[in-house]
């Protein structure tokens, strides 16, 4: 499916809400830990690859300044977006039967613990994370483009996960694969539900 610039407002929503179970929220005591590690990697990712790129180490300087900056430099509505992704992360592990419980409860006494996802639960996160960041940016007013300019809030990156090329995806995987790290540092651990 190839979004058209030209397509409303809620046509291009209904194509990214898919997955829309609800979950408990992120605990509100590691939510803002957890934001900050996941624009870290944000951060460090879109590095790699503009190192691995010529043309994207141009448009990393031109469309996205905020990424030469720290957590507390970062406009509030980039905090927002991240603190959402935070946020999904409760939902997430539920898509995949999983949750996230706090160390030393009782109840992560009894499970197993998850270290690190599958290369199909990556890609398959991937993608469920692709779907909320561009339905995010579609309620907040961004635009299908051509081109990405994070002025005028324009993305070419309205289309289906599986359309794509490999280096952003490989993005999306990259935000995901980092969450058990992220929890951990936050006293929490990944666990198959019961």
Known sequence: MQVSSGASRDDLLASFTTHNEAAPPLDPTIREAVAQGLYIRYKQSRHDMAEK???????????????????????????????????????????????????????????????????????FLGEVEHNRWAAERIKSGWQASGQRNSTTQQTPFFVPYSELEQKWKDVDKDMVKGVPELLRKSGYRIYKKS
């Not at 406009?75 to 419980?101: E, N, V």
């Not at 690190?116 to 890609?123: K, P, R, T, V």
């Open 53 to 123: 790129d010529a043309t994207e180490k141009s448009k990393l300087k031109e469309n996205d300044a905020s990424l030469q900056e720290g957590w507390n430099q970062l406009p509030d509505h980039l905090k927002a977006s991240t603190r959402a992704q935070a946020d999904d992360i409760p939902r997430k592990l539920q898509l995949i039967g999983y949750t996230m419980i706090k160390e030393g409860t009782e109840k992560a006494a009894k499970g197993e613990i998850l270290e690190e996802f599958s290369e199909d639960q990556l890609e």
